[in-house]
């Protein structure tokens, strides 16, 4: 079965950090863009972050860029987002998603909560 | 910063049409994406380029983008597709990608 499956979200407080994962399975994640995008409860989709196939290319919101970094590990079928200097508007459900314009694959998300 | 501007709601009745719009500026030169999200579940794509569909996407689901407007097009609507709906471009001048608000498609 082709899945996306997100890790590492939890309880953190503000000016912490967290390292959020995405493991694939079913398909070799090294031939595809992918993108971080969140949901605040209750709000709508943002999208956060791009890395392209090869890491070359790589994107963020401006709400985020200078305190989150995305990286990939293709031998380890890997997406990753380490998120430095959090602050409560961080929290928000954190899917990854396939692509390079539109995502035609997601997961099911992972948790952030900032909250002292 | 680019920007896309969906209707909040929409109402439908079973078996009626829906038309859900999304507004950016010449959005016609753009691809648009529509994703439907149904309560607890993961986005899920429904229209890709314009008007592809996916694989397992009912041929219910269409779309068309033309000008400063993209519609997304649900013939013959059914309870189960009460959902919140999003459209979706990527901004190559400030290559981010970009969501419209979401529109909350009610069956009566």
């Known amino acids: 079965e082709v899945q996306l499956v997100e890790s590492g979200g939890g309880l953190v407080q503000p000016g912490g950090s967290l390292r959020l994962s995405c493991a694939a399975s079913g398909i070799t994640l090294r031939i595809y863009s992918m993108n971080w995008v969140r949901q605040a409860p209750g709000k709508g989709l943002e999208w956060v972050s791009y890395i392209s196939s090869s890491g070359n290319n790589i994107y963020y919101a401006d709400s985020v860029k200078g305190r989150f970094t995305i990286s990939r590990d293709n031998a380890k079928n890997s997406l990753y987002l380490q998120m430095n200097s959090l602050r409560a508007e961080d929290t928000a459900l954190y899917y990854c998603?396939?692509?390079?314009?539109?995502?035609?694959?997601w997961g099911q998300g992972t948790m952030v909560t900032v909250s002292s | 910063s680019y920007v896309l501007t969906q209707p909040p709601s929409v109402s439908v009745a079973p078996g009626q049409t829906a038309g859900i719009t999304c507004g950016g500026i010449?959005?016609?030169?753009?691809?648009v994406y529509w994703y439907q999200q149904r309560p607890g579940q993961a986005p899920v794509l429904v229209v890709g380029d314009d008007s592809d569909r996916p694989s397992g996407i009912p041929d219910r689901f269409s779309g068309s983008n033309s000008g400063n407007t993209a519609t997304l097009t649900i013939t013959k609507v059914e309870a189960g597709d009460e959902a919140d709906y999003y459209c979706q471009v990527w901004d190559s001048l400030s290559d981010h990608g970009v969501f419209g608000g979401g529109t909350k498609l009610t069956v009566l």
């Open positions: 998603a396939r692509g390079v314009d539109g995502f035609d694959l």
């Open positions: 010449n959005i016609g030169s753009k691809n």
